[in-house]
């Protein structure tokens, strides 16, 4: 149970999109369309932002969005804004209720 | 939604072992998933386990495997961590959260607990 393979930061202006990626293996990603995406600000409780690898919480807005090719799953955050400002985290279903979180992307607004 | 409330801070020596409670809440308890999560400091999110009510068998990751147990109370709405054999790397930020889809969503996190191993 490795820690799926996440970019270690990503930064784009206002406005620009940003996408990070989530690389798993054949264990987790790959089968399994189970990959979430969660928001984490500092001192607070992560939040969830995507699940079921495209859908979307209500009330989290559509400019967040996620696909997945094979073993890599992506979020997408178009139009950055500066409170997408945090660090963002991957999350893949493993097999029998086990599941493996990603070494997380910190995303600078700049 | 659920509501999940923690218990508070703790200081543990090492060697010896910590339970922490999550007590949810406002929607269904044993058709939901109840999972931990911890992060260290300066380190990211760390599955540790899981528990789905209704089934009652937790699934834990391999590295925390026979360190650490993970329980529910249906008569209390409340899921509890056990971590034994505390090392000072256990010191983290230890969150529960509920798996909403039984498929990894964690909809609903509590506010976390701090955990602190130091002789």
């Known amino acids: 149970q490795s820690a799926l393979t996440q970019p270690r930061s990503m930064s784009g202006s206002p406005g620009q999109s940003v996408t990070i990626s989530c690389t798993g293996t054949?264990?987790?990603?790959?089968?399994?369309?189970?990959v979430s995406w969660y928001q984490h600000h500092p001192g607070k409780a992560p939040k969830l932002m995507i699940y079921?690898?495209?859908k979307r919480p209500s009330g989290v807005p559509d400019r967040f969005s996620g696909s997945k090719s094979g073993n890599t799953a992506s979020l997408t955050i178009s139009g950055l804004q500066a409170e997408d400002e945090a660090d963002y985290y991957c999350c893949s279903y493993a097999g029998s209720y086990t599941f493996v979180f990603g070494t997380g992307t910190k995303v600078t607004v700049l | 939604q659920v509501q999940l409330v923690q218990s508070g801070a703790e200081v543990k020596r090492p060697g010896s072992s910590v339970k922490v409670s999550c007590k949810a809440s406002?929607?269904?308890?044993?058709?939901?998933?109840f999972n931990w999560v911890r992060q260290a400091p300066g380190q990211g999110l760390e599955w540790m386990g899981g528990?789905?009510?209704?089934?009652?068998?937790?699934n834990y990751a391999q590295k925390f495997q026979g360190r650490v147990t993970i329980t529910t109370d249906e008569s209390t709405r409340t899921a509890y961590l056990e971590l034994r054999s505390l090392r000072s790397e256990d010191t983290a930020m230890f969150y529960c959260?509920?798996?909403?889809?039984?498929?990894?969503?964690?909809?609903?996190w509590g506010q976390g607990t701090l955990v602190t191993v130091s002789s």
């Open positions: 528990i789905i009510p209704i089934f009652g068998t937790p």
């Open positions: 959260a509920r798996d909403g889809t039984l498929r990894g969503s964690y909809d609903s």
């Open positions: 406002g929607d269904t308890f044993s058709n939901s998933g």
């Open positions: 054949s264990s987790d990603v790959g089968p399994y369309n189970f």
């Open positions: 079921d690898v495209n």
